[in-house]
């Protein structure tokens, strides 16, 4: 299975902390900001769980072919 | 290490007893004891109260545990879970199956619903003339009316169910068995509505619960009946009480109200300024366990002690808020913990920043004489803080 992307939008990301608790070997907070800490990782239900719980949906989890994998609309 | 009681009291205004801000500048991890479960430390620095909200080490399920006595206000050690109560994953599947609902996004969908009862509201208080209480006329009904809409409650008995949930947040304003007579009718209320809804499943928030819970067994019976009363109250009692809260600190600060009325574009800064700056919590509901020993502003917390954090202390701290009681609309940022931070970061956050601005502005363009009408009386003996009565003229 190909790898997954991450990518927190530093202009959207408010610092809630969310994701970097649910999943804190994916992501750091730097400052206020969240970002990932490697942005391809093996598929993980960590990353799904941060994406889909963001209160304003700054993550984007893609699969290797390009499509969304997290946040469902 | 001097031992102190906790909870400290309620001062009479929204702002902060001068405890937490001593042991904040002179001792910021101290130990405090509890009226039950004997000690526990409290920490009141804001790079402290970050880690034990947001650092995965530490934990808030042992709340629940009554072998291990845990520190708390209340007699009993709670018998029934709340997603307040959980921790990852368990707390993730249940915040899961709402977020979707409280996303930035969906709550600028409710933007005009919140402009139309706001908009009703105040016709009615203009209708019957001043003087108005701003608590009933527009600050509890305009949050009971959104959140209920949202979870789908209809005809709620607005008086039955503010008299269940003003005891249900309270610790010393009420007896035991009143508190818990209360919290008992609200579950026999939401537990009929789910029955309801069975039957008739509609577009809201108790519908996807059911669902959740019938066809996809992503929670049980009594996590789904928890998890409405939570919203219910929750959604209502902490955004309706800081609307009363910062309308009563502008009325009383002429000098601050000028400022958002010469320029309107200042209120969302404002109101996030006024969200650092007021004192919601009264009682905190319950600590966080250390899973291993962490280490807080040099003092160890061993594995399994229990540590009281408070978000509105930390948003007093001089290290991230230059002169931080002062209150001031034009900071150039403002990181504060007023809807916690971590996995019980406020769902409804977006929701209540939509419905303060909503609220307040559309409040301060129709009336541009409000002014205060009486004394304002602080409410004290609970979880949430706000004005018992907020009389008004114009």
């Known amino acids: 299975m190909g790898k997954w992307s991450l990518e927190v939008d530093g202009g959207t990301c408010i ?10 070997e994916h992501f750091r907070l730097e400052g206020d900001t969240s970002v990932p800490i490697d942005p391809s990782v093996d598929p993980d239900d960590l990353v799904v769980d941060a994406a889909e719980s963001c209160p304003v949906e700054a993550i984007l989890v893609r699969a290797a072919d390009g499509s969304v994998v997290a946040p469902q609309p | 290490m001097e031992i102190r009681s906790y909870p400290f009291p309620d001062p009479d205004d929204l702002g902060v007893n001068e405890t937490y801000l001593r042991l904040q500048r002179e001792e910021p991890v101290s130990r405090v004891r509890l009226p039950y479960g004997g000690e526990a430390w409290i920490a009141t620095r804001y790079a402290d109260v970050k880690t034990v909200m947001g650092d995965p080490r530490f934990v808030r399920a042992p709340v629940m545990d009554p072998d291990r006595d845990p520190p708390r206000t209340m007699p009993e050690v709670p018998g029934i879970s709340t997603i307040l109560s959980m921790d990852p994953p368990e707390h993730t599947r249940l915040r899961r199956i709402l977020a979707k609902a409280f996303t930035a996004r969906r709550t600028a969908q409710l933007r005009d619903r ?20 701003l608590m009933d006329a527009l600050a509890m009904p305009v949050a009971i009316t959104l959140i209920s809409e949202m979870l789908g409650v209809p005809n709620l008995d607005r008086a039955q169910f503010r008299a269940w949930s003003d005891a249900a947040v309270a610790i010393t304003a009420f007896t035991v068995p009143e508190i818990e007579a209360a919290a008992a009718s609200l579950r026999a209320y939401i537990r009929d509505l789910v029955e309801e809804k069975r039957k008739h499943p509609a577009d809201d928030m108790l519908t996807v619960l059911v669902t959740a819970h019938d ?16 919203l219910l109250i929750a ?48 009682a905190p509901a319950f600590p966080r366990f250390a899973t291993v020993d962490v280490e807080l502003s040099g003092v160890r917390i061993a594995a399994g002690e229990a540590v009281f954090v408070d978000g509105l202390v930390a948003n007093r701290d001089p290290e991230v808020f230059e002169n931080p009681d002062e209150l001031n609309f034009h900071r150039p940022s403002i990181p504060h913990f007023a809807f916690g931070h971590g996995v019980h970061h406020c769902i409804g956050a977006p929701l209540a920043r939509m419905e303060l601005q909503v609220a307040i502005a559309t409040l301060l363009k129709r009336f541009p004489n409000l002014r205060l009408a009486g004394d304002v009386a602080i409410k004290k003996g609970r979880l949430v803080r706000g004005p018992q009565t907020l009389p008004v003229r114009w």
């Open chain 1, 15 to 24: 610092g809630s902390g969310m994701c970097t608790a649910i999943a804190p």
């Open chain 2, 114 to 133: 919140a402009q139309e009862i706001v908009n009703d509201l105040l016709d009615r208080m203009e209708d019957q003339g001043p003087p108005a209480d």
């Open chain 2, 215 to 230: 066809d996809e067994d992503r929670l049980s019976e009594e996590e789904l009946v928890s998890f409405g009363v939570t």
């Open chain 2, 235 to 282: 959604g209502h009692e902490t955004t309706g009480s800081e609307i009363g809260n910062f309308v009563y600190t502008l009325l009383a600060r002429p000098d601050k109200l000028a400022e958002v009325r010469a320029d309107p574009s200042l209120l969302p800064t404002a109101i996030e300024e006024l969200l650092r700056h007021t004192k919601l919590s009264g």
